[in-house]
């Protein structure tokens, strides 16, 4: 509570009391201190891949591009690190505009069946290298959904492109959609490392990891869930977890139906 307090007087002009006021700032300080974690946050996760550049072009500098092979290594960091950063500043700007609420979204009717396919196509040759098998159930040609495309490709990008992040070589992907109380659910659902319980809900705050170490060499940037999360909700969708650990996840996207009687 923040106390601000006044005196007051009495008809004999003495000082007849104090009122006190008392104002709750528990939502202010807590708006304060996500921001103050937000700055830290962004400040570390670009200061990181700055340090690994910096070293690396000092080392070259330094001789090390005499040797082609060891230059070479290190030409192959400080490019990976570099897009690292233009990852980060990406889903950064995203989020920024999402937050000042200018993404302009053009809701359009979309075929989820289409959609999906679409999306699967481009996570292909991420699944095929990894080994990973991606199954597409069959989803019905009349589910439809008043959906911004960029918007709902970014969502299905992120979720399943976790699900084969996340899933070690020779694991499964499936994809389903289907109709429910009016709503389309689409369901992305793998057999990997799983998501421990006490972690399930923040997962979706911005730079939340679970397992900080591990996933930052995965090349996440620790916003895409929040991203689709943000998206979903000016659709008014949700996003939902169900996830045990070694077994897998699923995550399911709730989107209000379109023409269906
Ligand atoms: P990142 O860029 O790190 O993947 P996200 O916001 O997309 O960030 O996801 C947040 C965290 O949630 C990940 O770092 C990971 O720990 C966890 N996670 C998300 N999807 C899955 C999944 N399908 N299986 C296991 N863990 C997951």
């Known amino acids: 509570?923040?106390?601000?307090?006044?005196?007051?007087?009495?008809?004999?002009?003495?000082?007849?009391?104090?009122?006190?006021?008392?104002?709750?700032?528990?939502e202010q300080y807590k708006i304060e201190k996500m921001q103050?974690?937000?700055?830290?946050?962004?400040?570390?996760?670009?200061?990181?891949?700055?340090?690994?550049?910096?070293s690396y072009a000092e080392?070259?500098?330094?001789?090390?591009?005499?040797?082609?092979?060891?230059?070479?290594e290190f030409l192959g960091v400080i490019n990976s690190e570099s897009d690292r950063m233009s990852r980060l500043v990406s889903d950064l700007l995203k989020l920024s505009r999402m937050d000042y609420e200018q993404t302009n979204w053009t809701k359009e009717k979309l075929?989820?069946?289409?959609?999906?396919?679409?999306?699967?196509?481009?996570?292909?040759?991420?699944?095929?290298n990894k080994k990973i098998k991606m199954h597409i159930e069959s989803i019905s040609e009349n589910l439809n959904i008043l959906f911004d495309r960029d918007g709902f490709e970014q969502i299905m990008l992120n979720i399943a492109g976790n699900a084969v992040k996340y899933t070690p070589s020779d694991g499964n992907v499936w994809i389903d959609a289907f109709e429910n109380n009016k709503d389309v659910v689409i369901s992305i659902k793998d057999d990997?490392?799983?998501?421990?319980k006490e972690d399930q809900t923040r997962i979706f705050d911005r730079f939340y990891r679970v397992d900080k170490a591990r996933t930052r060499q995965m090349?996440?940037?620790?916003?895409?869930?929040?991203?689709?999360?943000?998206?979903?909700?000016?659709?008014?969708?949700?996003?939902?977890?169900?996830?045990?650990?070694?077994?897998?996840?699923?995550?399911?996207?709730?989107?209000?139906?379109?023409?269906?009687i």
Request: net charge negative; proline share 4%.
């Open 59 to 72: 080392t070259l500098i330094d001789g090390a591009i005499e040797e082609p092979s060891i230059a070479k």
């Open 219 to 260: 090349g996440g940037t620790g916003l895409g869930l929040s991203i689709a999360k943000q998206i979903a909700e000016a659709h008014d969708s949700t996003i939902i977890v169900n996830s045990e650990v070694q077994k897998g996840t699923e995550i399911k996207i709730i989107i209000p139906g379109f023409e269906i």
């Open 192 to 196: 990997g490392i799983g998501i421990p």
């Open 111 to 128: 075929n989820v069946n289409e959609m999906v396919m679409d999306v699967c196509r481009k996570l292909r040759i991420v699944a095929k």
């Open 1 to 26: 509570y923040k106390i601000d307090y006044a005196p007051f007087m009495n008809d004999q002009n003495e000082i007849g009391g104090v009122i006190l006021v008392f104002k709750n700032v528990t």
């Open 36 to 54: 103050k974690e937000f700055v830290a946050n962004v400040s570390h996760e670009l200061k990181t891949p700055i340090t690994t550049i910096k």
